[in-house]
């Protein structure tokens, strides 16, 4: 390994920071150059006549104040963080979030950092005044083009939210080959330790290398959980931590005694290493929850999710324009799979299912037909291409999910929303624990957090991760990021079987 890549593993996240913040300058700035452009070619500003020097003078300063307004609402949202959020749902939507607010924040300062009027009294204008003067801004206010501001912020939102799709795409990259991947530890290899260590080889952007398990039971030592193994006890972590350099262990005990893992995080810490802890209600948790105390007693309280009216209304006029809007786009697809259904095999051209909707509501759900009649029913869905209940139109369309086109009509009828969890069929419903039972509380939706997470392939029930983040957070701007990840999912072909 070169002396460049033995660096980057060894600072990879101060280097990878700080190539984040260059390329979103960057961004920033071939923003503001495009909306400048685009705004000439408008005819908001003048690039022939006898001011165009002046122009750029008064638009390169204007760049220098939107670069830094910029960066700073950046980190004041959150984007330089190291800690990510569910497939970076919560990065996506900060992108928007400190677009936005630096658009209005450029606007309070081309206001008053404006010159300033050398008359007044008292000393603290005495003092204001020379610092105003300082900072102010050499420029006419009412002479800046406002098509070029919307322009010039309608493409760093843009080229902000591509940058940074291709940024994780590549962080993914890198960790998927090892660089800059921590070395860490589950202590306690039962079904809590298990789950975790599923979700480090679903997601890779975490950054997580698992070197093995730690547990109390003698009778697990040496024994193989998944791809790793149980190294040795409690008493071992002296060798272990040093030998394997671990730099974090997650203390997966939810049902363990309080004072046993406060003991553990005691000797943690006295080792150095970063401890994390999977606590006993952790399923509560995953719930918007408040912490709340009653003399020095801790009480979580479930906060109420449930959208407002405004909310509501909001998302079924998105599903309404947007159903509309893809059933006028792809009518051509809608002829040719009817065409092709009904040459290969015989039967409907609608595969129409009972599935359960919001509040435990049945409803008759529509998909285009992808396997032969007399195979199709109420069984698990297929989970290979070569599954011999499909037929060729039938593979094809699953591939690319143009199977679920007609769902547009249930999103029409109201009983399914573009975004949303997966609704499931009677006899899986019915088989829900109090936990699982909480999807029933959102509309069914023809896609969802599920649909583009690295989890596609596995049972919706088993991955609820990501149906409650999205109930807990659901949000015009949320479904409006799923909705545009779909898409990519979609052009990719990574669609079910």
């Known amino acids: 390994m070169g002396l460049g890549g033995t660096i980057l593993r060894r600072h990879f996240e101060p280097i990878v920071l700080s190539v984040q913040v260059l390329l979103d300058l960057l961004v920033v700035l071939l923003s503001c150059y495009l909306g400048y452009w685009l705004g000439g070619e408008l005819g908001g500003i003048d690039l022939e006549g006898p001011f165009l020097q002046q122009s750029r003078n008064v638009y390169q300063e204007l760049s220098a104040l939107i670069a830094a307004v910029s960066l700073v609402c950046f980190h004041a949202f959150g984007l330089y963080s190291p800690t990510k959020s569910l497939l970076n749902m919560q990065e996506f939507k900060a992108i928007v979030k400190s677009t936005i607010v630096a658009f209005l924040v450029l606007l309070s300062l081309l206001i008053f950092l404006r010159g300033t009027s050398q008359e007044g009294e008292g000393w603290i204008y005495g003092l204001i005044v020379p610092i105003h003067e300082w900072i102010k801004l050499n420029l006419n206010v009412v002479s800046l083009s406002r098509v070029t501001l919307l322009l010039t912020f309608g493409w760093i939102l843009v080229l902000m939210t591509a940058s940074r799709f291709a940024s994780f795409k590549v962080i993914q990259l890198l960790h998927r080959r090892g660089i800059g991947n921590r070395n860490v530890l589950i202590y306690g290899a039962g079904e809590t330790g298990q789950r975790l260590q599923r979700k480090f080889a679903q997601v890779p952007t975490l950054g997580l290398n698992l070197v093995g398990f730690v547990d109390d039971d003698p009778a697990r030592l040496g024994a ?61 948790l995953s719930f918007k929850v ?30 309404i324009g947007f159903a509309l809007l893809a059933i006028l786009l792809t009518l051509p697809l809608w002829i040719i799979a009817a065409l092709l259904i009904k040459q290969q095999s015989p039967g409907p051209i609608f595969f129409v299912q009972s599935r359960i909707g919001k509040d435990g509501k049945p409803f008759d759900m529509y998909k ?20 011999p209940r499909l037929t060729g139109i039938g593979r094809w369309l699953r591939r690319f999910s143009l199977d679920e086109l007609p769902q547009f009509l249930n999103v029409l009828k109201g009983d399914m929303s573009v975004v949303g969890p997966r609704p499931e069929m009677r006899f899986i419903v019915e088989q829900y624990t109090p936990l699982q039972a909480e999807r029933l509380r959102a509309k069914p939706g023809i896609t969802g957090l599920w649909q583009i997470s690295y989890a596609r392939q596995e049972a919706i029930h088993d991955n609820l991760d990501y149906d409650l983040y999205y109930i807990e957070h659901q949000s015009l701007l949320l479904d409006l990021v799923i909705i545009a990840l779909t898409g990519f999912a979609v052009v990719k072909g990574t669609g079910a079987y």
């Open 368 to 387: 285009f037909r992808t396997m032969h009649v007399h195979l199709s029913g109420d069984a698990p869905t297929p989970r290979s291409r070569q599954d």
């Open 224 to 284: 193989a959980v998944g791809r790793s193994r149980v190294l040795g006890r409690g008493a071992d972590l002296d060798q272990l931590i040093p030998n394997l350099k671990v730099s974090e262990v997650f203390v997966a005990l939810p049902e363990e005694r309080e004072e046993h893992v406060l003991e553990i995080l005691t000797r943690l810490e006295q080792l150095g290493v970063q401890s994390r802890v999977v606590p006993r209600f952790h399923h509560l």
């Open 290 to 319: 408040r912490i709340e105390s009653l003399d020095s007693i801790p009480l979580i309280t479930r906060s109420d999710s449930r959208p407002g009216l405004i909310a509501q209304a909001a998302k079924r006029v998105l599903d």
